[in-house]
């Protein structure tokens, strides 16, 4: 269950997904050698691809290898990727029980699943050379004014870090 704790964060993290994104993965949807994610079904229906870096895409082959190994038979396309301790999709709000769990475990004050999306959208903007249109395709924003408020959210950390140095 570790090892699935730390691939859902950092999936989270590094794939900017939101929770039903998530909870709907499927193992078919997982290439653990190109390190993509596809997202069958993103808000408003749509489809898009995630690239994920490849310490996450080792953690989700330990986690794929481990899971297989407790049930003695390596995971149908069909099934969850990630997966209850009963073997089962996580529904939303298990998932967010989960994720409550976990915060208050690490004695973290303010997180929640949607706020490890804004914090990947935020690095992501902080690596040199990104642009708003790789995040938007990343997010799957569907309109390029929804992902440039990120560029204020950049901006006003920014300018705490200069503040910072002053």
Do not use: C
Request: proline residues 2%; aromatic residues 8%; glycine residues 10%.
């Amino acid at each position: 269950l570790g090892s699935r704790d730390l691939a859902m964060l950092l999936t989270f993290l590094d794939g900017a997904l939101r929770a039903t994104e998530l909870t709907g993965l499927r193992v078919s949807d997982v290439s653990l050698d190109s390190g993509r994610l596809f997202i069958a079904s993103g808000k408003g229906k749509k489809s898009r691809m995630v690239a994920i870096g490849d310490h996450t895409k080792r953690l989700l082959r330990r986690y794929a290898f481990l899971r297989d190994a407790s049930v003695g038979v390596k995971a149908g396309a069909d099934a969850p990727f990630f997966q209850t301790d009963d073997g089962r999709a996580f529904s939303y709000d298990g998932l967010r029980s989960w994720f409550v769990r976990l915060k208050h475990r690490a004695g973290v004050p303010r997180a929640f699943p949607h706020l490890l999306r804004h914090t990947s959208a935020i690095r992501t903007l902080a690596v040199p050379g990104s642009d708003l249109f790789t995040l938007q395709a990343k997010l799957g924003h569907a309109d390029i004014t929804t992902t440039s408020r990120y560029l204020n959210m950049a901006n006003e950390q920014l300018n705490e870090r200069q503040r910072g140095f002053s």
